[in-house]
T-cell receptor, first 110, second 110 residues
Framework: NAGVTQTPKFQVLKTGQSMTLQCAQDMNHNSMYWYRQDPGMGLRLIYY???????DKGEVPNGYNVSRLNKREFSLRLESAAPSQTSVYFC?????????FGPGTRLTVL | QKEVEQNSGPLSVPEGAIASLNCTYSDRGSQSFFWYRQYSGKSPELIMFIYSNGDKEDGRFTAQLNKASQYVSLLIRDSQPSDSATYLCAVGGGYSTLTFGKGTMLLVSP
């Protein structure tokens, strides 16, 4: 089992460019999450999906969109990247209150 | 909005000592509490969860919960240099979402 996988691992964008961060899990979990982690800020929830076909906003959703493509995949899209979106992005899935995290995507917006 | 507070540290302890990490939370109705460990450049991994007042032990780790004081702690006995990491306290919410503190950096010196 690969657990939670994320692509890409690193990305550099220019302001205004768009991109999609991909996340997949092979643990058959219903719930999936996207977080961002900034220095000194801890992890902050962007969006989550409690089950296939549903998505909800977290603490910091502005500037992002998500798609729960199927039970395995949950993508995060930046339509017009801004320097304030420079961060490390983690995807997670959960069962029985335990969240399993992917390796992260380090995104820099210039 | 839920808040979770942690001392950012670093907390420095010698090898073999007990490390004590503390966390307070704002939402009196919170029911589930988690401790994650995050090594530099890596993703968070769950160490322990606790739901009831009192102590919960797992190997060298003990989680303590006091709901009246809205206080959670993690004790690490016989600290090892490999325990050097950032420890994240998290409080559970609806749909297994988590609100994280900013983390406490622990340094264990040989």
């Amino acid at each position: 089992n690969a657990g939670v996988t994320q692509t890409p691992k690193f990305q550099v964008l220019k302001t205004g460019q768009s991109m999609t961060l991909q996340c997949a899990q092979d643990m058959n979990h219903n719930s999936m999450y996207w977080y961002r982690q900034d220095p000194g800020m801890g992890l902050r929830l962007i969006y989550y999906s409690a089950s296939e076909g549903t998505t909800d906003k977290g603490e910091v959703p502005n500037g992002y969109n998500v798609s729960r493509l199927n039970k395995r995949e949950f993508s995060l899209r930046l339509e017009s990247a801004a320097p304030s979106q420079t961060s490390v992005y983690f995807c997670a899935s959960s069962v029985d209150n335990e969240q399993f995290f992917g390796p992260g995507t380090r995104l820099t917006v210039l | 909005q839920k808040e979770v507070e942690q001392n950012s540290g670093p907390l420095s302890v010698p090898e073999g000592a007990i490390a004590s990490l503390n966390c307070t939370y704002s939402d009196r109705g919170s029911q589930s509490f988690f401790w994650y460990r995050q090594y530099s450049g890596k993703s968070p991994e769950l160490i322990m969860f606790i739901y009831s007042n009192g102590d919960k032990e797992d190997g060298r780790f003990t989680a303590q919960l006091n709901k009246a004081s809205q206080y959670v702690s993690l004790l690490i006995r016989d600290s090892q240099p490999s325990d050097s990491a950032t420890y994240l306290c998290a409080v559970g919410g609806g749909y297994s979402t988590l609100t994280f503190g900013k983390g406490t950096m622990l340094l264990v010196s040989p």
